[in-house]
């Protein structure tokens, strides 16, 4: 049986055209690592194409699998609700992942997720960089480690840069915080209110970030 490791992935070969809609559906098709093989469908970005902020996160959940759409599970709720609060209009950014399709395991019947590896990171970092490419965003928002590394590479930590605007050579300002996900995760509602706090003064520092000249 075939393990993550043995996986050979080999990157995506977006098509080199300026239409979004183009590379949306050469997407559908891609089979750079065997991660098709389970997931649904594949996950693509939405939101305007010329978007000021674009927000990545790391791979579509069962939801989302099941939908088409990135962050419509519980994590996008809390996201949504996060951005609305620092006066974000989700309409007006552009959403994606990291990784188009969904990873998981089994446990019972439901679909548990699974963190891609560094070589199925490697095989969809085509897509993502298209689509960095045809938005042209001015902020970068890496929600969570697996976007932060896919943009700075495996040894950049969330914890230590998070909240900082940072550059790059996708995009001007880069912002990483955590994925909207790890709030579910908080032990108690005390820490989920704290975190969930946290994260939202994090997307307000996007905002201001995204505003200066």
Known sequence: ???????????????????????????????ACHLFERATQTVFGEGPKGATMMLVG????DYEDVAGKPFVGPAGKIMDQALEEAGIDRSHVYVTNAVKHFKWEPRGKRRIHKKPNSREIAACRPWLEAELRLVKPTLLVCLGATAAQAIFGPSFRVTRERG?????KFAPKVLATVHPSSLLRQPDEESR????????????????????E
């Open 1 to 31: 049986m075939r393990t993550d490791d043995e996986e050979f992935a080999r990157p995506a070969r977006p098509p080199d055209t300026t239409s979004w809609s183009a590379v949306r559906e050469a997407a559908k098709d891609c089979e």
């Open 58 to 61: 790391e791979q579509p959940g």
């Open 164 to 168: 900082k605007v940072l550059s790059s």
């Open 193 to 212: 209110l704290r975190e969930y706090k946290r994260f939202v003064l994090d997307l307000r520092a996007a905002v201001r970030a995204a505003r200066e």
